[in-house]
Structures are given as structure tokens and as C-alpha cells.
């Protein structure tokens, strides 16, 4: 267990779920030291602001190739000495030697219940698919996009009337649960990742890694 375990986070957009991660530490055991985004006008930054925590942007468009961009970021994530990186809505493909730099501290939350739906648009992917369930996946960051070990999933069920917005909603509920849930998880070290491997409490989980549905979510919140 960690005092003052260091997340920096990483995203690109709106930020809601960096609030969720923000709003939920000081009943967690980890505190947010930085948060960097790729789009200079990115909400979340101002989020992070209003919440005390230091930010920088990096517009990616201002450098040349991607291995030179994810360089500098690292060199700037780097000042905040994090113990974790954490990915929240950060839409940009990370450079090999980003991911290698980062190998076990690295975390990213995709809106599907992987190993289905990797990519965009996965609502409607799984609405097409006729799938009679959609969720969330937490998972550590490989080279593959949308793989590696998962940690933690969301799970809900698809009911005739949902639409790629109502899943949206649903999803991004759980996911402001199960976030700051899985960071506090990892910060505490009840989870671990050993050979690609997740425990909890030293009990091997699945590939699936500890699942949680969103019935349960709703009596937890
Ligand atoms: C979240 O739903 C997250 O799962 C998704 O981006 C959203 C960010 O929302 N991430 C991915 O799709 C990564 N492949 P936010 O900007 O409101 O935090």
C-alpha cells in the first residue's frame, strides 16, 4: 500500500471520466499529479485545472512523426514521476517505445467488453452484432491496439430500445464506477500483473479479469 500513490492521465477530450477519476480521490488511495492532453482545447484540461492538478497539452499536429511527439511526452509525463499512466479518452495510437517505456504502469478503459469491439464506434458494433450484452473493459496497454491483460470489466444488458446513445450513456455511467475502482485497486496492490497475468488479492482472475454488472453498480452508487 502506497501513501501517495502518483497518477498522471492522459486524454483528449470532454474528460468526463478524468472527473470521475478526480472526484473519487480522497476516498481512494491514489491522488491525480498531472494531466496531459494531445488536443490543446481538450475540456478535460480545464477540469484538471478547476481541480488544482497541474496540466500540459502537446499538440501533436506541431510535431512531425509520431515516435518524435510520444518522445516529448514521455520526457513531460516523466516530470510527474508517476507510478501510473493512466489512458481516459486519449484517441491517439501510442508509439511502440511508449508503450515498451510504460510496460506494466500503463492503463487504458475501452467502451466494449474485449476482446469484442476493439476499436470506434463500438456501440453500434455491438448493436449490429445483435450482442446481448455491451460493457467496459479496463485493461493494461500492449502494442496491439485494445489488448493486453484485462483487468476489470462493466457488464450490462442490451434491451431492445437501446440505441448507440443510450448505450453511450449507460456505459460512461459504469465506467465512472469502475475507473477510480481499478486504479485504487491496482494503487493498494490488491490487483497485480505478473507474466500478463491479473490477481486480486493473489487470486488468479480470468480473462476477463473481476467483472461487475451494472445492476450492482447501481446499488454500489
Ligand atoms: C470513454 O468512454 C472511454 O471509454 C473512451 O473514450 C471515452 C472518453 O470520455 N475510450 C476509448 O474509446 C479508447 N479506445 P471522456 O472524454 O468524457 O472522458
Redesign the pocket.
Same mark, same amino acid.
Given at each position: 500500500m502506497t501513501d501517495n500513490y502518483r497518477v498522471v492521465v492522459l486524454?483528449?477530450?470532454?474528460?468526463?471520466?478524468?472527473?470521475a477519476i478526480l472526484d473519487r480521490q480522497e476516498q481512494y488511495c491514489y491522488q491525480v499529479v498531472g494531466v496531459l492532453s494531445n488536443r490543446p482545447d481538450a475540456h478535460?484540461l480545464e477540469r484538471a485545472s478547476k481541480a488544482g492538478v497541474d496540466t500540459c497539452s502537446l499538440d501533436h499536429k506541431r510535431f512531425s512523426s509520431r515516435e518524435s511527439f510520444d518522445l516529448e511526452l514521455v520526457k513531460r509525463i516523466d516530470e510527474f514521476k508517476p507510478d501510473l499512466v493512466v =489512458?481516459?479518452?486519449?484517441?491517439r495510437i501510442l508509439s511502440r517505445a511508449f508503450v515498451k517505456h510504460y510496460q506494466g504502469k500503463l492503463i487504458?478503459?475501452?467502451?466494449s467488453l474485449l476482446p469484442r469491439h476493439k476499436? =470506434?464506434n463500438?456501440y453500434q458494433s455491438a448493436l449490429d452484432a445483435g450482442d446481448k450484452e455491451h460493457g467496459?473493459s479496463v485493461h493494461y496497454v500492449t502494442e496491439e491496439l485494445?489488448s493486453g491483460s484485462v483487468v476489470m470489466q462493466a457488464t450490462l444488458d442490451i434491451t431492445d430500445v437501446d440505441t448507440a446513445k443510450t448505450l +453511450?450513456q449507460r456505459?460512461?455511467v459504469m +465506467?465512472h464506477h469502475l475507473y477510480p475502482k481499478a486504479i485504487d485497486w491496482i494503487a493498494s496492490g490488491r490487483i497485480t500483473i505478473q507474466n500478463d497475468a491479473i490477481s486480486l488479492d493473489k487470486k488468479p482472475l480470468g480473462p476477463q479479469g473481476y467483472r461487475i454488472s451494472e445492476k450492482s453498480i447501481a446499488t454500489a452508487n
Open positions: 486524454l483528449s477530450g470532454s474528460g468526463t471520466t478524468l472527473q478535460g =489512458l481516459a479518452g486519449y484517441m487504458n478503459i475501452h467502451p476499436g =470506434l463500438t467496459t485494445d +453511450e456505459v460512461k +465506467e
